[in-house]
């Protein structure tokens, strides 16, 4: 079957775009909440609506490619995207915002089940493992870059200047006066029509996909679901991705609120090495997997979330703007430990599984509307030891986790059934 770096470098863009949409949240929340006058829960109710959608598309988005192909559900998924961005950029008021999300949170969880199996032929098998994980630091360098987009649009529209390059003036004539962060959603609509006019104009290699890929039949969900390994570690993916988004989404208000720190600037940049840390973090994790279980380096790895956690909530401002991105260092490792755990503590329906291990992404939905309930009633910094419920669930893993294969290590060159 043809290789085509083309598509290679195309799955890898889309990475980024996926990453560049979803993980601006965070920043948004204090404008949310300033601009339209909502209480934290409701501004939980944005990540809510995004990753409801993701969690729950996931499965059915599979269904959707078998049937569709890659290519067709690409372009349809960016378009539904164009459809949430252009719907909430045209009329920013905050119902319009919840429909904005959850249209493009599904569309993103489409995305992600398209484009794995096409990196997989476009690359070459037996490259499948290393494009993978240069899509994860792709995905990552996404996620530092969009709160500095943010930063700088937001910064540079609410301050006009005779300087202004035609990037700003453009969207100073489209953004409404005094929500300049409604600028991201043009950004975002610009960012989408540019890839579905790549996508139309690409040509896709056909996709044959594996046993272990196929989305598989209602049967085998049956089964699977009938195993309590299954739905723990469906848990452990609700836990650690509520983690991740539960932490992400709050710093720029905890560190507005508690430290007085400007969400535009402070915030925003905090938001961004919190995802850069989460992706350098992904470095050493890879290095510690050659030389440990996984098991032991999940253990490590929650242990240090936990701790800069703290330091995080209760320190000083300077130290807490510091440990909110050691805390994403720390889950660096938690979802490819997690999800290899899973598939390797049941020995068929893959596929299948993989499809319910990605539904727990809607823990990114509710561990962040707790998180403001409880805020509202009793502060959120309080809301946000809910944390340590999540964080600690992931370090339970470790414990109870019984892989029938464990990672292979230098010290151990073939995977075999673990034993403790």
Known sequence: MKRSKYIVGLVLLTFFV???????????????????????????????????????????????????????????????ALAGALLFA?????????????????????????????????GGEEHFAFNAAFAQLVFGAASFVSPQVY???????GTPSDQDNFFLLILRRLVPAGLPWVSMYWIFTGVILLMLGMLAASRFPEVKRTEEEQAGALHMYRYLLRKPAVLLFFA??????????????????????YHGLDPHTAGAAAVAWFWGMLTLGCGLGMLLLKLFDSRRVLLGFSLGALASLTVALFGPGPASKLAFPLVGFCASVMWPII???????????HGPLAGILCAGIMGGAIVPLIIGEIGDVLGLRAGM?????????????????????????????????SAD
């Open 18 to 80: 996926i990453s560049f949409l979803t993980n601006i949240l965070g920043p948004i929340i204090p404008d949310i909440i300033r601009s339209f006058h909502v209480s934290l829960a409701a501004a939980a109710l944005l990540p809510f609506s995004f990753f409801i959608a993701y969690g729950a598309l996931s499965v059915p988005a599979g269904f959707l490619v078998e049937s569709w192909g890659e290519k067709k559900v690409m372009l349809a998924s960016f378009a539904v």
């Open 90 to 122: 045209l009329f920013p008021v905050y119902r319009v915002s919840i429909l904005s999300l959850f249209l493009i949170g599904g569309s993103m969880a489409a995305l992600q089940v398209a484009i794995n199996p096409l990196l997989r032929v476009a």
């Open 151 to 157: 930063s700088y649009a937001v910064l540079h529209l």
């Open 236 to 257: 452990s993916v609700f836990m650690y991705v509520g983690s991740e988004q539960g932490t992400a989404d709050w710093i720029s208000q905890f560190l507005a609120q």
């Open 339 to 349: 999800i290899s755990l899973g598939l390797n503590s049941v020995a068929e329906f």
């Open 385 to 417: 030891i809910f944390l340590y419920f999540t964080f600690g669930w992931v370090l339970c893993v470790s414990f109870w986790a019984r892989p029938l294969i464990a990672n292979e290590t230098l010290f151990r060159k073939e995977a075999h059934p």
